[in-house]
């Protein structure tokens, strides 16, 4: 199996900035596509961002110039540096690992609380 764990998040005045880690270990065999994904209460899980195993990105459109996915292949880990911080921007980020070998299997972390308040 593979275990993901987040670390970085915390309370943050608007306009402020945040850079969130995710480590992977365990069975992992290979390089595979990463995302981070968040949700606040009462809400859907929302993709945030995206980064391929060669370092191709994508952003939401309510991220898009503040966000930055980028990854670590030596160290199986991915980043989201979150710049000019809003309190819409509050909720759980969880990291995703999506290993393709025999079958596609996803795999989550834990998840990291960021809240933006004044």
């Known amino acids: 199996q593979v275990q993901l764990v987040e670390s970085g998040g915390g309370l943050v005045q608007p306009g402020g900035s945040l850079r969130l880690s995710c480590a992977a270990s365990?069975?992992?065999?290979?390089?595979?596509?990463m995302a981070w994904y968040r949700q606040a209460p009462g809400k859907q899980r929302e993709l945030v961002a995206s980064?391929?195993?060669?370092?191709?990105?994508n952003y939401s459109d309510s991220v898009k110039g503040r966000f930055t996915i980028s990854r670590d292949n030596a160290k199986n880990t991915v980043y989201l540096q979150m710049n000019s911080l809003k309190p819409e921007d509050t909720a759980v980020y969880c990291c995703?690992?999506?290993?393709?070998?025999?079958?596609?299997?996803?795999?989550w972390g834990q998840g990291t609380q960021v809240t933006v308040s004044s």
């Open positions: 995703n690992v999506k290993q393709l070998l025999f079958k596609t299997i996803d795999y």
């Open positions: 365990g069975r992992i065999f290979g390089i595979y596509p």
């Open positions: 980064i391929t195993t060669s370092g191709n990105t």
